[in-house]
């Protein structure tokens, strides 16, 4: 898989210029007592507003200049309330233990991240971490490596424990309207029925209209990166209409896209950026190109695809470029070129080669069919003959790459004739 944009690093970093320094509670400690509400601080971003004003990991924030702080969707607004004035600074409230801390602090990014408190709350995110890490088991390793939690429901099972939380949250009030509904969001799952895909655009749109910018493009990251690409798309695509020179973000929708397999539409944001290449990075570049080398394949321009697959390879030298070249080689049934690609894979990384030995000699084998050579692809498929669930390791291995079915669909119809 490609390498992917960090949209949480860039957050945290947007205003280590400014200065910050604490400011003494106005009220004595004993008129005030922790809230026991808020959002805790998970995280604190070197040289930002909150470490230089001393915030540490497990400080609670309670309040935002005039703003209680009850979850990401009241804090999100209490900084799109101060946006107005952005150089005017802003008393923010935390908690360490009971002891009161105020800072001041220009509005916006802080430096930190943080989740949302309560214990309703942290049942919750408990529930969504086994959701997601359920997910990404593939398929065939489903009733084998990880049999016992499959057998006991798997992902089903977790999904309605979670939803089990979020309707007790709901009817006891312990979790806020905006807590239910981005839970049930994070429920549906990129495959799931076509009724629960239409259920899960009515909740989007619902979450959209109610919620500010910043909170929408913060959601859509933190759903990428769990591998929630629906919702990411859409909540990505909306942010970018209020902040659309937002490079890594532009960038990360096009990673959403691409593991949605709406490959044109990736190599568009792709095409986007790439217009103006003074705002990338070195690894801006490779994942610019990884996007249009993919879209260069899904419409069977292979030399395309190879020519900006090696630009991305020029760079970083990352193996991902270099299966993109031998897939797009092996479409062609240029067996010369696959042979030459292959040569500099083992010779980038050797380790991780011969771990994806699997998916190289898939790949050969389909590029000495496209050549004619059905006799020589099957002498590299009897390589395998012992290994268990080629099937279903081919399919994990190419599910991302356009056309990458038409390798497992050679592999399965070279054994058939043995």
């Keep these: 898989m490609p390498k992917r944009f960090s949209f949480l690093s860039f957050v945290l970093t947007a ?6 320094q604490p400011v003494q509670a106005q009220m004595p400690e004993t008129e005030r007592r922790n809230p026991g509400r808020g959002v805790r601080v998970i995280e604190v971003a070197p040289q930002g507003q909150a470490e230089r004003a001393g915030i540490q990991v497990m400080d609670l924030l309670s309040k935002y ?6 979850d990401h969707s009241s804090y999100y607004k209490a900084r799109e309330f101060y946006l107005k004035t952005p150089e005017v600074k802003v008393k923010v409230e935390f908690w360490r233990g009971h002891t009161r801390i105020v800072i001041e602090v220009f509005p916006g990014t802080i430096g930190m991240d943080t989740n949302e408190y309560g214990l309703v709350a942290y049942q ?9 890490a359920l997910l990404p088991i593939p398929e065939f390793k489903r ?26 949250g709901e009817a006891e009030g312990a979790l806020t309207a905006t807590q239910v509904l981005v839970g049930r969001i994070g429920l549906i799952l990129d495959d799931a029925p076509e009724e ?3 259920k899960l655009d009515a909740l989007l749109a619902e979450f959209i209209r109610g919620q500010p910018a910043e909170y929408i493009g913060y959601l859509g990251e933190k759903f990428r990166e769990k591998e929630h690409f ?15 020179d937002n490079v890594s973000i532009r960038l990360n929708l096009g990673y ?31 994942v ?14 292979y030399d395309t695809s190879i020519s900006f697959a090696t630009k991305g390879f020029e760079i970083e030298r990352g193996t991902f470029e270099l299966s993109v070249v031998q897939l797009a080689a092996a479409l062609s049934g240029n067996v010369t070129k696959f042979n030459e690609v292959s040569a500099r894979y083992k010779e980038a990384d050797p380790d991780n080669y011969e771990s994806l030995k699997l998916k190289t000699d898939s790949a050969e084998a389909l590029a000495l069919s496209r050549s004619g050579q059905d006799e020589l692809a099957r002498a590299v498929i009897a390589r395998w003959a012992q290994k268990d669930r080629i099937e279903g390791r081919l399919r994990n291995y190419w599910r991302f790459y356009p056309h990458g079915n038409k390798v497992v669909e050679n592999w399965l119809r070279l054994a058939q004739q043995k």
């Design 230 to 244: 629906r919702a990411a798309r859409e909540l990505l695509k909306h942010y970018l209409l209020t902040d659309p």
């Design 196 to 198: 629960e895909l239409k």
């Design 65 to 70: 200049g005039k703003f209680t702080v009850v």
């Design 143 to 168: 009733m084998v490596e990880f049999k016992d939690v499959f057998e006991k429901g798997g992902l089903p099972a977790a999904i309605a424990k979670a939803n089990e939380i979020i309707d007790r």
């Design 288 to 301: 610019a190109y990884q996007q249009k080398a993919l879209g260069a394949l899904h419409r069977g321009d």
């Design 15 to 20: 205003c280590a210029f400014l200065c910050v």
């Design 256 to 286: 959403v896209c691409s593991s949605l397999g709406l490959w044109a539409e990736a190599e568009a944001a792709a095409d986007l950026v790439l217009t103006h290449p003074e705002d990338l990075s070195p690894h801006g570049f490779v």
């Design 124 to 132: 919750l995110d408990s529930a969504m971490m086994h959701v997601n």
